[in-house]
């Protein structure tokens, strides 16, 4: 899923400031969190107005992949203060000019190929998107004079974690390409802050999950693959464990980060809610309620494991925090809402998920 916001650098009355919010694939499952942020119901037709910062403009410049849906922002297509464009990244051309056109001082960026499994399978991809793309978008940054850069990472740039969570101190260790091609990213923007003195903000998060995500994640894939009759595919003994944020906490994360954080610091997202992925996908059984506890082992299903895969990623996110930020979405109620979205979602929501459900898909 690929995404960039760029955000004008605001002061703590957003009331009084005009703003340009410029994101890389804004179709993708995390601008639906940002709704309730910058957008609220006009009327009984579920048309949009903006909310919480009202001089906002998005300008929504997506590739369209298929991570990707334009059914996801149907609510708000005719917002005034909204404006799509089909692009890449890597178009230097079209960022620039986006950025001068509009303005545009602070870059949220968030564009990524994302999936470890897909990053095994087709290794250059993610070079292409998460270390050439990020470069791009830093020169784009450096050449418009952008005041405010955040760059956002991975917890898994980190490797494995044994014991109290990593704070952002914390040596990178990362070991599958996906990972590595997210920590290369990281290493050009530290050369941009220190050769050109751009003023970048790195976030470092858990998992995240939610409504509208694309299922190529373990969330979605195990709830869709239970839904059509299959079982969950567990990598070798199902015991590596991850934690999950919801995408509401996400969003709120970047709010304080924007408006409070300071540049030339690292912030790391992190969650209570840690779980093993057979104890994941054993939930989501019995949420959908395919079996009793006792036999929620019938839907499990062993297969080979990944190439490398990580037991355990953990962070400390104290400031984050020391900013104001916590985690307000309960973990079992989200998984509710998540399980409840998934059950209504007709597959046309993507142009082709199914290839995704797959054990170790490849593209």
């Known amino acids: ?32 969190a940002l709704f309730p942020l910058v957008f609220v119901s006009g009327d009984n037709r579920h048309r949009w107005q903006v909310k919480k910062y009202p001089h906002y403009h998005i300008i929504n410049l997506d590739v369209l992949d298929d991570c990707a849906s334009l059914k996801n922002v149907n609510e708000i297509s005719d917002c005034a203060n909204y404006t799509f464009c089909r692009g890449d ?51 784009c940054a450096r050449s418009c004079q952008i005041k405010r850069f955040v760059h956002v990472s991975t917890d898994e740039v980190y490797g494995d974690v044994i014991g109290e969570g990593v ?19 990281e290493f050009i923007a530290r050369a941009y802050m220190k050769s050109y003195g ?19 994640k373990v969330v979605p894939k195990f709830i869709l693959r239970l839904l059509d009759g299959q079982t969950c595919c567990l990598h070798g003994d199902g015991e590596t464990r991850r934690s999950y944020v919801h995408v509401l906490d996400v969003v709120d994360a970047f709010d304080k980060i924007l408006h409070n954080g300071l540049v030339y610091e690292v912030y790391n997202i992190g969650s209570k809610s840690e779980i093993s992925i057979k104890d994941l996908a054993i939930k989501l059984i019995l949420e959908l309620g395919l079996r009793d506890p006792s036999k929620a082992h019938e839907l499990l299903e062993f297969v080979e494991d990944r190439n490398i895969n990580d037991r355990r990623y953990a962070v400390d996110d104290s400031k984050l925090r020391a ?12 998984l509710r809402d998540t399980v409840a979205w998934y059950k209504t979602v007709p597959d046309s929501h993507w142009k082709d998920h199914r290839k995704s459900l797959s054990p170790h898909p490849t593209a």
Request: a negative charge.
């Open 167 to 185: 704070d952002e101190s914390g040596a990178l260790d990362p070991t599958n390409p996906y990972a590595c091609s997210k920590a290369a990213a």
């Open 89 to 139: 990244i890597c178009n230097r051309d079209l960022v620039t000019h986006l950025l001068k056109a509009h303005s545009v001082d602070t870059i949220i960026h968030l564009a990524a190929q994302s999936h470890v499994d897909v990053s095994f399978g087709n290794p250059l991809l993610h070079s292409q998107t998460n270390i050439l793309g990020t470069h791009t978008l830093l020169e």
């Open 1 to 32: 899923m690929y995404h960039i916001i760029s955000w004008s650098l605001v002061a703590v009355d957003s009331s009084a400031v005009t703003c340009v919010i410029f994101w890389y694939g804004f179709c993708g499952f995390l601008s639906i």
């Open 198 to 216: 751009l003023p970048v903000v790195i976030t470092r998060g858990n998992n995240v999950y939610g409504p509208h995500q694309y299922s190529e």
């Open 323 to 334: 900013l104001g930020w916590k985690q307000k979405v309960d973990w079992d109620q989200g």
